[in-house]
């Protein structure tokens, strides 16, 4: 009997029961994204994160268990089909975006000190605005990624998003829409930063690429 209560104790139907905390867990479905299962469930990103042990929003994988707290019952999350807070976000079909500031690359994309740097590095006065590389939808803003201070990522439809960290000020939330060149915050030091510079990252679905080469 105790080896099939172990067991059922890891199954994911009965974690909740096994682990005494009050929620319940929610199955990703495909389209389904962070912003659109805590909306949908009425939590905040940033706890849903903390909670699943999450430190990148754009991690989140099809097929994956996260634990929802305080949630009684799973509920329906639409998936994201190109739109989002009703508002469509056309394809992305290799297009060029534009620069989210004006300044100096500091650091480029590739092997930095043998890790992979993962975007640039803008140098910038600390408060500069920070603009959105293209038309997009939100879906995360907070301070919850490990590193990156207070950050921003973009959705810009077909799995490509763009991501400014290090931000002093963010000025939109997830879940808005956003306009190529529309300001989303300003440069800061926040995070792992020393100096003031905006982090900014493009991503095809799971793989950074040089942004550069886009911009």
Partial sequence: MIPRLAAACVAAALLAACSGRVGIYHKVEPGQTFYRIARAYGVEIRDLMAHNGIEDPRTLRTGELLWIPGASRTVRVPPYEGSMAGVAVPPFSGKRFVWPLHGSVSSGFGNRGGRLHDGIDILAPEGTKVRAAAYGVVIYAGDGMKGYG????????????????????????????????????????????????????????DQAVDPERYL
Avoid: K, Q, W
């Fill in 150 to 205: 207070n950050a921003i990522v973009i959705d810009h439809g077909e799995g490509v998003t763009t991501l400014y960290a290090h931000l002093r000020e963010i000025r939109i939330e997830s879940g808005d829409a956003v306009a190529e060149g529309e300001p989303i915050g300003t440069v800061g030091i926040t995070g792992n930063a020393t100096t003031p510079h905006l982090h900014f990252e493009l991503r095809v679905g």
